[in-house]
């Protein structure tokens, strides 16, 4: 390709940022980074926004190269045959390369009154409005999280921390992704904080009402501020455009982040489903992801062949107040193991995590390429090998929608 090559990256998330950053490494592409806030969200802190210790945005001036334009709008269409995209504000971006990195954000709620009355918690200005709602709340009034994975845990633990009377609704079983060890470990900080954890079959929510949280087993809790922490959604902007997505509306692509539709268009971080078998939505998949798109535009301009996603390492890192957490140790297929860190120890661990993260940024920013950890040895035959289970248990489903 001759001349300057025009991408665009949709998102301005830990992938789009990191993706930006690394694109960088040739002077002869231009990026244009399009994010509806003018800041980067650091999402692994709202819930320290909520509690009160963090306020969850780093400035992009300090972890996105200078020479990338970032455009304050959001995407409301994708052209793939005009290899353009068109903005809420008007006009049109053209992209002779296009990276899709989205993210995600709460899922629709499904059970009576949540989508009225409770808090969802997946974006910055839901954090806000749920931060302004326990602000308005006496301190003594009962707070209720539904949703016991990472989100929900940490939401719990940060108000209990600050004095807050909170009940933990987990619809079944504490951290489902823990290994049983780590989840005792858990419980037990929690128990410590009097956070009052309902958990088991009857712990289903199937009613919110202002002041109530009802359970399938007839059990009504009290609950002024209720939180709701239960699964997460994509944006639909892929399917609104024509191209594949899987059954959730992540972008289809094959093992190089490509989309399955157009050799232009690639994805990174939570809204990308490569091979229809999509990593946990989490920061650690979303900024190798978003390296690793890069790196396949990279690899095309360059006339070479881009490398096939693989990861090597996987944990779940959650903190349990400012003063313990547990990093919970994975094996490659992303099954948690018996091995653990908790305690303070664990909490600094997860304090290096999220610190970190910005660190990763703007080090590519500064430096582009210097992020490795989308190439640590190990983990391709791993996904081979999950690849193979998943396509033979799970013929593709998912086709073109609109």
């Not at 749920?130 to 209720?144: F, K, M, N, S, W």
Request: glycine content about 10%; hydrophobic content about 45%; proline content about 5%.
């Amino acid at each position: 390709m001759s001349g300057n090559t025009q991408v665009v990256v949709i998102g301005g998330g830990y992938a789009g940022v990191m993706a930006a950053n690394r694109l960088t490494r040739r002077d002869d592409v231009s990026v244009t980074l399009v994010n509806p806030r003018p800041e980067l969200v650091h999402r692994v802190r709202l819930h320290q926004l909520v509690g009160g210790s963090d306020d969850a945005i780093v400035a992009y001036e300090d972890v996105l190269a200078p020479g990338i334009r970032l455009t304050v709008d959001s995407v409301t269409r994708i052209d793939a045959a005009a290899r353009s995209v068109t903005l809420a504000a008007g006009g049109t971006l053209a992209y002779d390369y296009l990276i899709y990195a989205v993210g995600s954000g709460s899922a629709e709620p499904d059970v009576a009154g949540a989508a009225e009355f409770a808090h969802p918690l997946a974006t910055l200005e839901e954090a806000r409005r749920l931060r302004a709602a326990l602000d308005a709340a006496p301190a003594t009034a009962p707070v209720t999280v539904v949703g016991a994975g990472p989100t929900g845990i940490e939401t719990a633990a940060e108000l209990a921390e600050a004095g807050r009377r909170v009940t933990l609704v987990c619809g079944g079983v504490l951290g489902p992704y823990l290994h049983p060890r780590g989840r005792r470990s858990v419980a037990k900080r929690l128990a410590a904080l009097g956070v009052t954890v309902v958990d088991g079959s009857g712990a289903k929510v199937t009613a919110v009402t202002a002041d109530t949280v009802r359970l399938a087993d007839g059990r009504e809790l009290p609950s002024e501020v209720t939180v709701w922490t239960v699964g997460f959604g994509v944006p639909d902007l892929a399917a609104r455009s024509g191209l594949s997505t899987d059954a959730v509306g992540r972008l289809l692509t094959d093992e190089t982040l490509t989309s399955v539709d157009d050799p232009r268009i690639l994805a990174a971080g939570d809204s990308a489903a490569p091979s229809g078998l999509p990593l946990r939505m989490s920061c650690l998949n979303a900024t190798p992801l978003g390296a690793r798109a890069a790196d396949t535009v990279l690899s095309r301009l360059a006339g070479e062949e881009p490398e096939h996603l693989h990861q090597s390492m996987y944990a779940q890192c959650i903190s349990l107040g400012r003063n313990a957490g547990i990093y919970q140790f994975a094996n490659r297929s992303d099954v948690a193991v018996w091995l653990h860190i908790d305690d303070a120890l664990g909490a600094r661990i997860k304090e290096m995590v999220c610190a970190g993260i910005p660190k990763h940024l703007s080090g590519e920013a500064e430096k582009p390429g210097s992020f490795g950890l989308h190439r640590i040895p190990g983990g391709v035959a791993k996904r081979r090998q999950l690849l193979r289970v998943h396509r033979a248990e799970a013929p593709a489903t998912a086709g073109r929608t609109a």
